[in-house]
T-cell receptor, first 114, second 114 residues
Framework: AQTVTQSQPEMSVQEAETVTLSCTYD???????LFWYKQPPSRQMILVIR??????QNATENRFSVNFQKAAKSFSLKISDSQLGDAAMYFC???????????FGKGTSLLVTP | DTGVSQNPRHKITKRGQNVTFRCDPI?????LYWYRQTLGQGPEFLTY????????KSRLLSDRFSAERPKGSFSTLEIQRTEQGDSAMYLC????????????FGSGTRLTVV
């Protein structure tokens, strides 16, 4: 089974600054999807950004961007111009193209300070 | 469309009792997933439906757990003879096969077994 590792249990960033959350994964497959989800204290998981493994170009969604290094099996999330509303648990997830289950990491708790 | 709806939001039950949760997915989504999330962990996949067919089940889904999706609309997850270890947040998500990877999660049902 594919494993997803988030090595930073907690991260802190000042408002308006940039922060990068790390994620590595283990797979023998070449075609898959990677995701970052945000889970605010209200508990509803929200999709932040999605990357398809066959695409070389890193995905970007407004202030959120990823650094996808396929050979290194690394998928980090960069949040620019951090806002107080960005404070949440962030989960990295992997999905094989051949299956439907998302494999999640343990999450990184992001604190945003004024 | 108000997104993925889950009921109840909270459930407290005595050990040994049966509980049932309901999930109403986004109406045009043909895929539905159940996940379980314990404190400090990422969600773990339980089962997947495409329309009314249950196509994938995790080993986590013991024989005390059963899920249905009659007519390919809402879904129910039943846990029989609950145990304290079943205490968790149960998350439902849905997606469309027209757009790979874009899951929408509900707010979850928090189960406490006392």
């Amino acid at each position: 089974a594919q494993t997803v590792t988030q090595s930073q249990p907690e991260m802190s960033v000042q408002e308006a600054e940039t922060v990068t959350l790390s994620c590595t994964y283990d797979t023998s497959e070449s075609d898959y999807y990677l995701f970052w989800y945000k889970q605010p204290p209200s508990r509803q998981m929200i999709l932040v950004i999605r990357q398809e493994a066959y695409k070389q170009q890193n995905a970007t969604e407004n202030r959120f961007s990823v650094n996808f290094q396929k050979a290194a099996k690394s998928f980090s999330l960069k949040i620019s111009d951090s806002q107080l509303g960005d404070a949440a648990m962030y989960f990295c997830a992997y999905r094989s193209r051949l299956a439907y289950a998302l494999n999640f990491g343990k999450g990184t708790s992001l604190l945003v300070t004024p | 469309d108000t997104g993925v709806s889950q009921n109840p939001r909270h459930k407290i039950t005595k050990r040994g009792q049966n509980v049932t949760f309901r999930c109403d997915p986004i109406s045009e989504h043909n895929r539905l997933y159940w996940y379980r999330q314990t404190l400090g962990q990422g969600p773990e996949f339980l089962t997947y439906f495409q329309n009314e067919a249950q196509l994938e089940k995790s080993r986590l889904l013991s024989d005390r757990f059963s899920a249905e999706r009659p007519k390919g609309s809402f879904s129910t997850l039943e846990i029989q003879r609950t145990e304290q270890g079943d205490s968790a947040m149960y998350l439902c998500a849905s997606s469309s096969s027209d757009r790979e990877g874009g899951y929408t999660f509900g707010s979850g049902t928090r189960l406490t077994v006392v």
